[in-house]
């Protein structure tokens, strides 16, 4: 298994709280991405991250923020927390994103509760 | 944003019998990826197509990266019960450095 850690893996808060989700990868792997899981939906792009302090918007990235300061990890910050960010957060770590090796993998996710 | 259409939805099989679904895109797609998420877990990688044409096997597993690349093929073999779960196609498409997913086949199989 990739060596993908997130944490937490569980957590409820409130609204209008701030939250930070981490991603530790040990890959050394270039590219980090963090998704949501909803249903219905499938998984959605949040940001994702190309190297270290560069980082790009997905599809669902209004509420969100993130930062990568080293390679290894990757946080997710929603400012101030909605019940529409209630949702399963997957982190996935890629070597490469075109050619051999351009596989995608996962973390085991965090499930976030906004009450 | 991109569109990866993934039938059928959901299916409920018996044991035993093969299973087939695909995904198709809007776009060229330089890699197909496809991967089972069983329940509270995360997506879990199957097998990976980088080439128009190949078609590969993961045991009872068979995939293939369609000719015009803008789609691909799981098979399953003689399924068992454990193969229950939630299938998604993936890739990132010819352009951007972005992986996209189906919205996933939920597999069901009757014993």
């Known amino acids: 298994d990739a060596g993908i850690t997130q944490s937490p893996r569980h957590k409820v808060t409130e609204t209008g709280t701030p939250v930070t989700l981490r991603c530790h990868q040990t890959?050394?792997?270039?590219?980090m991405y963090w998704y949501r899981q909803d249903p219905g939906h499938g998984l959605r792009l949040i940001h994702y991250?190309?190297?270290?302090?560069?980082?790009d918007k997905g599809e669902v990235s209004d509420g969100y923020s993130v930062s990568r300061s080293k390679t290894e990890d990757f946080l997710l910050t929603l400012e101030s927390a909605t019940s529409s960010q209630t949702s399963v957060y997957f982190c996935?770590?890629?070597?490469?994103?075109?050619?051999?090796?351009?596989?995608?993998?996962f973390g085991q996710g965090t499930r976030l509760t906004v009450v | 944003g991109q569109q990866l259409n993934q039938s059928p939805q959901s299916m409920f099989i018996q044991e035993g019998e093969d299973v087939s679904m695909n995904c198709t895109s809007s776009?060229?797609?330089?890699?197909w990826l496809w991967y089972k998420q069983d329940p509270g877990e995360g997506p879990v990688l199957l097998i990976a197509?980088?080439?128009?044409?190949e078609l590969t096997s993961n045991g009872r597993l068979t995939a293939q990266f369609g000719i015009t690349r803008k789609d691909s093929f799981l098979n399953i073999s003689a399924s068992i019960p454990s193969d229950v779960g939630i299938y998604f196609c993936?890739?990132?498409?010819?352009?951007?450095?972005?992986?996209?997913f189906g919205t996933g086949t939920s597999l069901t199989v009757i014993p």
């Open positions: 991250s190309y190297g270290v302090k560069d980082t």
């Open positions: 890959e050394n792997h270039r590219y």
């Open positions: 993936a890739g990132p498409p010819n352009t951007g450095n972005q992986f996209y």
């Open positions: 996935a770590i890629s070597e490469r994103w075109t050619g051999l090796n351009t596989e995608a993998f």
């Open positions: 197509l980088y080439k128009a044409g």
């Open positions: 776009s060229i797609f330089n890699t």
